[in-house]
C-alpha cells in the first residue's frame, strides 16, 4: 500500500481539525519519515503503521497515541512524553529515547536493537517479547530481562 506523504504544517492543521470536530487525530499508514515535531502537542494522535524514520518528536506530547507497527527507526523521542502510548511491535531500531517518559508504554514485540532508552521513566512499561542487543542502552539498574525482554545474543 501507498503511504501519503504530508508536511509538517498539513500534519498539525489536520490534527487541529479533526480535535475541533471532537474526532481523535488519524496519521495512520503515513509517510511522516524525516519531519520536525518538537515540543509538538500530538497527544492521543492514531500513527500505527506510519513511517516515522529520523522523525523528530523531542520533548514532544505524545501521550496516549497510537504507534503499533509504526516504522519509528532512528526516531528521535529525547525528552518526549509518551505516557499510556501503545508501540506494540514498532520498530525502534537505532532510535533515541533519552529521558523520554514511557510509563506505562506497551512496548511488547518491539524492535529496540540500538535503541538509546538511558534516563527514560519504564515503569510499568510493557516489556514482554521486545527485542534488544548489546548496543541497546538502558536506564541505570533496569534489567530489561526480568521485564520481559529478550536479548538477541542470549536467545
Given amino acids: ?5 504530508l508536511s509538517e504544517e498539513q500534519i498539525r492543521e489536520m490534527v487541529q481539525q479533526d480535535r ?11 509517510d511522516l519519515s524525516g519531519l ?17 524514520t529520523s522523525t523528530n518528536f523531542g ?15 532512528q526516531a528521535d523521542f ?6 499510556g502510548a501503545g508501540m506494540r511491535r514498532a520498530n525502534l531500531f537505532n532510535a533515541t529515547l533519552v529521558g523520554a517518559n514511557l510509563q ?14 538511558s534516563r527514560a521513566n519504564l515503569a510499568g512499561a510493557q516489556l514482554e517479547g521486545a527485542r ?3 548496543y541497546t542502552s538502558w536506564p541505570a539498574l533496569f534489567e530489561p530481562t526480568e521485564a520481559g525482554a529478550v536479548n538477541e545474543v542470549a536467545s
Avoid at 59 to 73: K, P, Y
Avoid at 78 to 83: F, H, K, M, P, Q
Fill in 104 to 117: 506505562g508504554v506497551d512496548m511488547r514485540g518491539v524492535q529496540l536493537q540500538g535503541a538509546d532508552l
Fill in 59 to 73: 520533548r514532544a506530547d505524545l501521550s496516549g497515541s497510537l504507534f503499533q507497527e509504526a516504522d519509528l527507526s
Fill in 1 to 5: 500500500m501507498r503511504r501519503m506523504r
Fill in 132 to 134: 534488544y542487543n548489546e
Fill in 36 to 52: 520536525g515535531f518538537f515540543r509538538a502537542e500530538l497527544s492521543e494522535v492514531d500513527f500505527r503503521r506510519s513511517d516515522l
Fill in 78 to 83: 529525547g525528552g518526549a512524553d509518551l505516557s
Fill in 20 to 30: 475541533a470536530q471532537g474526532k481523535t487525530p488519524d496519521l495512520s499508514n503515513r
